[in-house]
């Protein structure tokens, strides 16, 4: 069974950066798009950012856009995203997601997802 | 960006009812749409892809149609393990959206 779990989340002040990870596993992680979702709590889903399986395309929510790098490691089985100048709205669970195929699909795997709390 | 609106947001209903959930997209999205079920405490689960595809697992009375730029989720036959938050998302063009949920509640 697929596995995906993420880390680096963490309570954080307005400003600061935070690096989060997805470590992949039990399928061929460089086959395959990758993605962040979060959600804030009691709220919906918001789709973050994601990645095409060779890092050629590339997509960022407007809300985070200019802000926040999402990266992988096919070599290293992970996915990244770096926070910067964080702030209060970007509280929430992140959630990485496996696409079911390499580009533009919808997600058929997450994580449990780390928490992120911005906070003075 | 484009703009998912699900309807209704919430609604009640009781286990062996047929319930449609729909999503409207600001802009033309072909196929590229996605339905997600979502339990308190718990990852989202994929149920359909390319707007009418069940994903492997996903009991039948689970189905996805559309019509232009209308879609819509079918549940036939409503079971106590339904009761849950149902979002649709586009995949067609960045940033992707999802829809802001529909809340199934037991009547």
């Known amino acids: 069974e697929v596995q995906l779990v993420e880390s680096g989340g963490g309570l954080v002040q307005p400003g600061r950066s935070l690096r989060l990870s997805c470590a992949a596993s039990?399928?061929?992680?460089?086959?395959?798009?990758m993605h962040w979702v979060r959600q804030a709590p009691g709220k919906g889903l918001e789709w973050v950012s994601g990645?095409?399986?060779?890092?050629?395309?590339?997509g960022y929510a407007d809300s985070v856009k200019g802000r926040f790098t999402i990266s992988r490691d096919n070599a290293k089985n992970s996915l990244y995203l770096q926070m910067n100048s964080l702030r209060v709205e970007d509280t929430a669970l992140y959630y990485c997601?496996?696409?079911?195929?390499?580009?533009?699909?919808?997600?058929?795997?997450w994580g449990q997802g780390t928490l992120v709390t911005v906070s003075s | 960006a484009i703009r998912m609106t699900q309807s209704p947001s919430s609604f009640s209903a009781s286990t062996g009812d047929r319930v449609t959930i729909t999503c409207r997209a600001s802009?033309?999205?072909?196929?590229?749409l996605a339905w997600y079920q979502q339990k308190p405490g718990k990852a989202p689960k994929l149920l359909i892809y390319?707007?009418?595809t069940l994903q492997s697992g996903v009991p039948s009375r689970f189905s996805g149609s559309e019509s232009g730029t209308d879609f819509t989720l079918t549940i036939s036959c409503l079971q106590s393990e339904d009761f849950a938050t149902y979002y649709c998302q586009q995949y067609y063009s960045y940033p992707w959206t999802f829809g802001q949920g529909t809340k199934v509640e037991i009547k």
């Open positions: 039990r399928f061929t992680f460089d086959d395959y798009a």
């Open positions: 802009q033309g999205i072909s196929s590229y």
């Open positions: 390319a707007a009418s």
């Open positions: 997601a496996k696409a079911y195929s390499g580009s533009t699909a919808a997600f058929d795997y």
């Open positions: 990645i095409s399986w060779n890092s050629g395309s590339i």
